[in-house]
């Protein structure tokens, strides 16, 4: 028994040192053809570190994000950058779009003193699915400016159900 519970918290102390919590899971995929193989249409993930279009691009390390919800223990970062599955290989070609709403709350500086609330709307995000299995031309957004966000919550609206969210991450 106890070489199980070594063993069990060895493995643990292996696994990447992204944070997981219910809605996201456990299991990072690592290569573009993971991403793609592993999840339907529609998948969100998590690309941990990144706070940037420019670090999202440049990394191969997904952690998927579950379909609604509160996201939990997510990493203490100074953003965070979101990526979709676009592959489909009975739709490649296809056009879509995504359109993404954010609302923080906390105390938030602006330039005339602090607010409790924003809300922003992103702009449209146009995109084709793709039939190639490593692509790395998938949809992404990321999010900055978090100084005294609490609560940030983000609204996916697509032009395909599969491809719509709704999360809120409390900091």
Request: proline share 5%; with cysteine; hydrophobic share 45%.
């Amino acid at each position: 028994m106890i070489r199980w519970v070594a063993a069990i918290a060895m493995v643990a102390c292996l696994v990447p040192q992204v944070v997981f919590a219910a809605s996201l899971a456990s299991e990072v995929k690592t290569s573009f053809r993971d991403m793609h193989r592993d999840t339907d249409f529609g998948a969100w993930f998590l690309i941990p570190g990144a706070f940037r279009s420019a670090d999202a691009r440049n990394t191969k390390k997904f952690g998927e994000v579950g379909d609604t919800g509160e996201i939990e223990g997510m990493p203490d970062q100074r953003g965070f950058c979101f990526a979709m599955n676009n592959f489909d290989p009975d739709r490649g070609g296809a056009q879509e779009s995504l359109t993404i709403t954010l609302i923080k709350t906390g105390k938030l500086p602006t330039d005339t003193g602090f607010v409790d609330r924003t809300e922003e709307a992103m702009p449209t995000i146009p995109f084709l699915v793709t039939a190639d299995m490593v692509s790395k031309n998938f949809p992404l957004f990321c999010i900055s400016a978090l100084t005294g966000v609490e609560t940030l919550e983000i609204s996916i609206a697509g032009s395909s159900q599969a491809t719509e969210r709704s999360w809120s991450i409390r900091r």
